[in-house]
Structure formats: structure tokens, C-alpha cells
């Protein structure tokens, strides 16, 4: 086969999840969208398998393919449907983010389907922007299983109402599941004018051809990390309620051109919301392992034929239902990512970086809105620093590994909502000292312009990111409540109602030093 039709299909693929990104950011409502872009599309063979993707989410689109493949499983779509879904233990992630599923039919044959997700503000729970301090999935949110919104191409105004009469801020809500459906249907429109141009069989032809040639290509570079057992731990800060110290260990077995990746040996699921479902956990897998393949590889299921992971039911890596996990999908992806970099910096010291700042520092608030008297939901993940590495100093304020978000501008967030940025800057010297110099953390406080309910998921806090070969660890983060000119240090999670005037100041964690 024409390695360079291969090539040009692959990227017109791509392309078409790339457009459909930008139909569902430049239509949606809600900043957290629109200006964060914390959203991502894929598409998918008829099996499920992924096939093309855009550079959105890590986080996403790594666990996408169970969420696909759950719809599939259980709902008969016809053509002109579209599925939702949030379900963590039916292939979601957590509740916020809300997948949508659409069959992709040529000729009455299905020979595609195309999926998004994007992160709601607000999918109800017992704190603004479903991400609280709870101890079950239901305190977390509404809990959707895979459900049609769209049948033969009407939406189905029953569910759309069941929605929206449990979330604050309903009409946001509304505006952004129906920007992910003109995202689906612009990704429809876009492959069956591709089939057009190629014909059903050699499109199924490529689409088999471009999974066998990523599998071959990460099997050349599996086969050059040396052979051997590599071990690491790291822990999470806490739950948010009781349990502090919660490990997470690997150990990975390379053998050959495939490898073995084993949480099991890590701690029991805990009772705060620091659980990740099993899909989380092999999205923080095929990310790492994905970052070392040569960038123009397509990103697709072949790759991850040759890695298998091992997980261990009940524990903080592969929670069991209803065990809360709206931090799992957050904050316990970026440790799996750790300790994964960390084993293998074994193996590759060379190739592999000090750790970066561990979290995504995960603020919500909420309240009303005095211009508007109605609710509003504000959320946002704020970024670091990334850890160094042989050949040079980490990055100073950045998202990193699991995240791939902007920031939401001043100027919007002040426009969208009652808040005042009283500083917004680059936190000097929170990286690692080394021979290089871990990137430098974040500032970021707000002033509250009305009453308001702030909730904070955070790690790093208790445990810095760890530098490399006599790299110093990073600065841990900080946060920080001001009421009345008095500075009140919080712990890494928490929740708390506060006033007109009062602050929110988060402090961000560097990245580690490599010597």
C-alpha cells in the first residue's frame, strides 16, 4: 500500500476531528468550553476502536474508545441518532464530562462513528460544578446512562428536559450539549464526503492499515527500551475527607517489543472522590506511552495493542461503583502519569522528565450573579510547571501530561462572571533546582464580587513533584483563602462559602529539578 495515501488519509481523518473541535468551541455557551477548550473528538471504527483524533484531551480521549464502545453495547442507533452519556462505570470518566455518540452511515451501512466530550460546568451534585468533597457518585452529579438525545435526527426533548432540571445553570447546559451535536454532525458530513472520494471498501481498507502501522511503530520503539522490571510509587495527598497517603505504585515488565503495566499493588479505593474508574487509568497509560513515539504517528487503538494493563478491582486506580470519582478523573490521573514517568526513567533516563506539577488545580465557584440574578458556575484547572530533563529546563506555566486546556482569559472571566483577577502571574522560583531547572508554578486570585460557594481539588500540596537523579523536588502549592486582609491556608481539598470581597489564591506547584 502507497505510504503516501496512507499519509494523506491519516491526515484528512485527523482534520476531520480538528474541525469538528472547533464547531464545538466556537458554538458552545459556556466559557469553560468556548475559552478553555476543555473538550475533545474523535472517530471511531464500527467496532468502537479508535481511529483518528484530534489534539484535544489527553484524559479524553484516552478512555473515549470504553465510553464508544459502552454506547455501542448498549443502545441499537440508527442512523440520525446520537447517544449521550456520563456514566463513570459505563464508560465515562466523571460526571461533568458528558459524551456524545453518533453512528456514521454510508449507503445504510454503518461504517464509522464519531464522538465528543466536553466538560459542563454544572451536571447538578450537592456543590456548584459537580465536583464536591462527596462520598458517593450521586452526590456528584446526575448520573446518565447511555441514553439517545437524538432520534433519526429530532432531539429527544424529554431527556433534554430531565437535564436541564437538574443542573444550576440550564440554559448553558442546553447551549453546549447542542454545540456537541453540530460538532457530531459536521463530523458526519465531513467522512461521508471522504467515502465519497475513497469508496467504503478502501476506506475500511486504510482505516485497518493506519492501527496495523501504529502497532508496528510502537513495537519498534517497545523493543528498544531495555528488557527488565521497573518499579515506583508515589502518593496522593488525600481524599478530601478521611484517608491521607494514598500510594500508587507500578511496576512495569518489559519484554521484547510489548510491556506489562501493573497497578495492582495499589492502595484500596478510599471514601473521598479521589477514585479513578479503570478507563482513567489506561488513559494515563496510553498517554505516557504514546509521548514516546515520533510525533507524526497517528494516535489511534493500534498503538496500544502491545501494552497491557493490569488493574486491580476496588482500588484507587479501578474503583468499583458507586465510589466517588470526580477527583480521579483530575488529580489521580496525573499520579498514575508520575509514577508511570518514574519507572520508566529507569529504563530511559535519557528520554524521560522529572515530574511536573501533578495536578490540575481544579477550582470551582458558584452562586448568583447580581447583573443577572441567575446561578452561575464558574470552573477552571490552572497550570504549572513541567519537570526538567537531560536536555533542558522544564516550562513555566503551563497545563501538563493529562490536561491540554488554556487558560480563560481576564477579560472573559470578568465579563462571564462576578469576579475581579487581582493577580494573575508566574510563581518564581517554585521549579527544582538541578543542572535543569524544573518550570516555575502559577498565581492566580480572584475576588469574589458576590456571595459565593469556592470548592478546590488540588495535590502537590503535602508531597512536591520529585526531581530526577539528584534534581531537587519542586515547590507544593498553595492555597488560600483572604477574608477581611487575613490570610487563612487551606488544605489541598476543600469547600467553603464566602463572601463579597473575600479572595481565592491558588499557588500552584512548580516542576522537578534533573541533575
Known amino acids: 500500500m502507497s505510504s503516501l495515501l496512507l499519509e494523506v488519509f491519516k491526515n484528512k481523518l485527523s482534520s476531520v476531528a480538528e474541525e469538528m473541535g472547533l464547531v464545538l468551541q466556537r458554538t458552545a455557551f459556556s466559557p469553560n468550553i468556548k475559552e478553555r477548550k476543555d473538550l475533545s473528538c474523535a472517530i471511531f471504527t464500527e467496532e468502537g476502536q479508535l481511529i483518528a483524533q484530534a489534539e484535544h484531551i489527553p484524559v479524553h480521549l484516552g478512555s473515549m474508545s470504553s465510553a464508544v464502545r459502552e454506547a455501542i453495547k448498549s443502545v441499537d442507533m440508527e442512523e440520525g441518532d446520537m447517544v449521550l452519556l456520563n456514566d463513570p462505570y459505563r464508560g465515562g470518566t466523571h460526571l461533568p464530562d458528558l459524551t456524545l455518540v453518533a453512528p456514521v452511515f454510508y449507503e445504510e451501512e454503518r461504517l464509522f462513528y464519531v464522538a465528543c466530550r466536553a466538560h459542563h460546568a454544572d451536571v447538578g451534585g450537592i456543590t456548584h460544578g459537580s465536583m464536591p468533597l462527596a462520598d458517593s457518585l450521586f452526590q456528584e452529579g446526575l448520573i446518565i446512562p447511555p441514553v439517545k438525545i437524538i432520534v433519526r435526527g429530532k432531539i429527544n426533548e424529554d431527556v433534554l428536559r430531565l437535564i436541564t432540571a437538574n443542573v444550576r445553570t440550564p440554559n448553558e447546559r442546553e447551549g453546549d450539549l447542542k454545540a456537541q451535536i453540530m460538532a457530531n454532525r459536521v463530523g458526519i458530513k ?271 500540596r503535602k508531597y512536591p513533584p520529585y526531581g530526577l537523579f539528584g534534581g531537587k523536588p519542586a515547590e507544593r502549592g498553595r492555597n488560600v483563602v483572604v477574608k477581611n486582609g487575613k490570610e487563612e491556608e487551606m488544605p489541598s481539598k476543600f469547600s467553603v462559602k464566602l463572601k463579597r470581597g473575600d479572595r481565592i489564591r491558588i499557588e500552584t506547584p512548580g516542576g522537578g529539578g534533573y541533575a
Open 190 to 460: 465531513r467522512l461521508r464526503e471522504l467515502i465519497d472520494i475513497y469508496g467504503k471498501e478502501e476506506v475500511k481498507r486504510l482505516s485497518k492499515e493506519l492501527m496495523d502501522y501504529s502497532e508496528r511503530v510502537m513495537r519498534k520503539v517497545l523493543a528498544e527500551i531495555p528488557d527488565g522490571t521497573y518499579t515506583f510509587s508515589d502518593f496522593l495527598d488525600d481524599d478530601g475527607l478521611r484517608r491521607e497517603d494514598i500510594a500508587v505504585r507500578v511496576k512495569v515488565v518489559k519484554k521484547g517489543d510489548s510491556v506489562t503495566v501493573d497497578f495492582s499493588d495499589s492502595d484500596p479505593q478510599v471514601e473521598g472522590p479521589m477514585n479513578a474508574v479503570r478507563s482513567i487509568t489506561l488513559s494515563a497509560v496510553y498517554y505516557v506511552f504514546r509521548c514516546l513515539l515520533p510525533e507524526d504517528i497517528p494516535t489511534n487503538d493500534g498503538c496500544f495493542r502491545p501494552i497491557e494493563v493490569v488493574t486491580k478491582r476496588g482500588t484507587v486506580v479501578d474503583a468499583t461503583f458507586p465510589s466517588p470519582v470526580s477527583g480521579g478523573n483530575v488529580e489521580t490521573s496525573q499520579r498514575i502519569v508520575d509514577v508511570l514517568l518514574g519507572a520508566l526513567s529507569k529504563a530511559l533516563p535519557d528520554k524521560i522528565p522529572a515530574a511536573s506539577q501533578g495536578t490540575m488545580n481544579n477550582l470551582t465557584v458558584g452562586g448568583i450573579d447580581p447583573r443577572t440574578e441567575e446561578s452561575f458556575t464558574y470552573y477552571e484547572t490552572i497550570g504549572g510547571g513541567m519537570g526538567a530533563w537531560k536536555d533542558g529546563d522544564g516550562e513555566s506555566a503551563v497545563h501538563s501530561h493529562m490536561t491540554n486546556t488554556m487558560n480563560t482569559p481576564i477579560e472573559a472571566l470578568e465579563h462571564s462572571y462576578p469576579f475581579l483577577v487581582t493577580e494573575y502571574s508566574v510563581r518564581r522560583n517554585s521549579g527544582g533546582r538541578g543542572k535543569r531547572r524544573g518550570g516555575d508554578g502559577i498565581v492566580r486570585e480572584i475576588e469574589l464580587l458576590t456571595e459565593a460557594t469556592v470548592t478546590v481539588l488540588s495535590e502537590r
